[in-house]
């Protein structure tokens, strides 16, 4: 069976403050992809990143930054410089094996205050 | 760019009627989904759907559930007999190879509410 932990519920931080959402998972497939939405209080689902098993390169794209361990079932996400818009509900979730379906983290609140 | 649109934005029924959610998935795309997330809550996979046929379902996808592909465009949800716990909001996905390499792409959702 497949999970995804997102220990944290929220997050409040000040502007300009940098933040890392935590993400783990598990699964027993050996080829799964792991992915990153943000769901804004607008309420729609918004595709971040994806990220297969194999490459455990860190991504970075703008003010975004991820880091995948493999080694600790990790993807984590990293807003650098955080900004009010970046206000909404992250949810990390994880796909793999002969499944079609995509299995989400509870997600993680986070509010960035001015 | 394309997108995933949903119809309608909210529904409001009552308990024991019928509804229909109704997406039109991204044209050149495949593979469809339906997800649901109750209020401050997961996203929860409910059925996917390739082929006139149902791929995978979850335990929520009870009878009460259907899905359909009515023509070449449109996607739909049914419930039945709707439940005070079928408050939620539901989102279509799609894409074009039914595999997590593919990303799903969803739409802005429908916020049902069975009073």
């Known amino acids: 069976a497949q999970k995804v932990t997102q220990a944290q519920t929220e997050i409040s931080v000040v502007e300009k403050e940098d933040v890392t959402l935590d993400c783990v998972y598990e699964?027993?497939?050996?080829?799964?992809?792991l992915f990153w939405y943000k769901q804004p209080p607008s309420g729609e689902l918004v595709f971040l990143i994806r990220r297969n098993s194999f490459d455990e390169q860190n991504e970075i794209s703008g003010r975004y930054s991820w880091n995948f361990q493999k080694s600790t079932s990790s993807f984590n996400f990293t807003i650098t410089a955080s900004q009010v818009v970046d206000s909404a509900v992250y949810f990390c979730?994880?796909?793999?094996?002969?499944?079609?379906?995509?299995?989400f983290g509870k997600g993680t609140l986070l509010t960035v205050n001015p | 760019e394309p997108e995933v649109t949903q119809t309608p934005s909210h529904q409001v029924t009552q308990m024991g009627q019928e509804v229909i959610l109704r997406c039109v998935p991204i044209?050149?795309?495949?593979?469809f989904y339906w997800y649901r997330q109750i209020l401050g809550q997961k996203v929860e996979f409910l059925v996917s759907?390739?082929?006139?046929?149902?791929?995978?379902k979850s335990e929520i996808f009870d009878d009460q559930f259907s899905v359909e592909r009515p023509d070449g465009s449109n996607f739909t949800l049914k419930i039945r007999s709707t439940k005070l716990e079928d408050s939620a909001m539901y989102f279509c996905a799609s894409n074009r190879q039914g595999v997590y390499q593919e990303t799903q792409y969803f739409g802005p959702g429908t916020r049902l509410l069975v009073l």
């Open positions: 044209s050149n795309h495949l593979y």
């Open positions: 979730a994880l796909g793999g094996g002969s499944n079609y379906k995509l299995t």
């Open positions: 699964t027993r497939d050996t080829t799964y992809y």
């Open positions: 759907f390739y082929n006139n046929e149902i791929s995978e």
